[in-house]
């Protein structure tokens, strides 16, 4: 069976919760979905790239985009579906059908449309120069972050009886949700995304922008990118 190196998974499904129809809303004139397709389509590392839906809007706008389609069967398109069940099924559909075995995936969340092919490619070369099993994308912050415990607040990220400038925190490193990339063995025997030596490839914060609230979109929207 032929190799590939790198194939993308866009997973999209129909009912998201918190937004309506969400990879489908428009922003800057476009649907959401769009933006992470773009990016696929032009990375220059990324051989094929798939979608997983359930949703025939999303699937008619991939093909248009050229992606190769798997059609996301009911019980992988609840709301307690993970994305690992979802990945799963789709790697298994590709091995049987596409005839090639992909070593390594990229799994794209629709969900960031300031991501670019930049970010997935620089991702890629950052994940094969450190030789990782899994990676996923990221952004440095500074924050003051408290947690509750029992009845109390506690000062979680620094100390409140010390308080000091953000300058002199430790950079944290936040997940953006962005994409994700593994060796493909791996991940079907481990079933999970991360595993194995996990690294990160850092976007610039702004980039990381995700949509997961109804004000997200309209805030996108009085932006121009």
């Not at 220059?44 to 949703?55: A, H, L, M």
């Not at 962005?178 to 999970?192: G, H, S, V």
Request: hydrophobic share 35%.
């Amino acid at each position: 069976m032929k190799r590939v190196k790198y194939i993308a998974i866009v997973t999209a499904r129909k009912n998201s919760e918190r937004v309506k129809n969400k990879n489908l809303k428009i922003i800057n004139k476009k649907p959401l979905l769009q933006f992470s397709l773009t990016a696929v389509k032009k990375s220059k590392k990324i051989q094929f790239g798939f979608i997983t839906s359930d949703c025939d809007k999303m699937i008619n706008l991939a093909l248009k985009n050229n992606m190769k389609v798997i059609k996301r069967p009911p019980n992988l398109a609840r709301s307690n579906s993970t994305s690992e069940d979802t990945l799963e099924h789709a790697i298994n559909y590709i091995i049987e059908k596409s005839k090639f075995f992909p070593e390594n995936i990229v799994f794209v969340q629709p969900t960031s449309p300031l991501m670019n092919y930049k970010d997935l490619d620089n991702g890629i070369t950052k994940f094969m120069n450190t030789k990782a099993d899994s990676l996923f994308s990221s952004y440095k912050a500074k924050y003051y972050i408290w947690k509750k415990s029992k009845k109390n607040l506690i000062s979680f990220t620094y100390n409140h009886k010390k308080r000091t400038g953000t300058k002199k925190f430790k950079d944290l490193i936040v997940e953006n949700g962005a994409f994700f990339i593994f060796n493909t063995e791996k991940f079907l025997k481990k079933k999970n995304r991360l595993f194995g030596k996990i690294e990160t490839y850092v976007m610039p914060r702004y980039r990381s922008f995700e949509i997961d609230y109804k004000e997200d979109v309209e805030f996108l929207n009085k932006l121009k990118f």
